[in-house]
C-alpha cells in the first residue's frame, strides 16, 4: 500500500514534466530563435541570402534587444552605433535600426554570422560556447 502510493506520485510528477516539456516544444519560443519568429513580424524580402532570417519591429534596436536578452541571456553582446549583436551557442542574433523607424532583426547560425560580423564586433563575440579563445590552462587545445 506504502508504495503504491509513491508510485502514483511519482508518475503524477512524471506527466506534470511531460506536459511542461511538451508545451515548451510546441509553443516554439523554447530558443532565441523560437522567441525572435514568435514575437516578431517576418520580413523575407530583407533576409541575406539563406544564411540570415530577417524580422522587423517598430521598436528600437535597444528596446528590442531589452526583451531579447531579459527572455534569452546571450552568451556575447556587443552595441554600437550601427547595432546590437547577440551571440548565443549555435544563433546569433542582430538588431539594427531602419531608416523608417523601428528594427531589423537578423536571425543566424554562428558558422555564417562570426565572418559576416566579424569586423564589426571583432573579438568581442568570444568564439565556441561560452569560452573566450583557449583557456583550460597548460597545453590546453594543442
Known sequence: MKYRRWFIVGAAFT????LVAGFAVFSGSFSPRGFVKDKYT??????IGRQAIAYTSRKSPSAVSDEITKAWKPADQYVDGSGVYLRYDDDSVVIVPVAVGGSLILLEKMTTAYPRYHSTVGNSWAWGRGNTVRGGGPGAGK
Open 42 to 47: 517576418r520580413a523575407a524580402s530583407q533576409d
Open 15 to 18: 506527466l506534470i514534466g511531460v
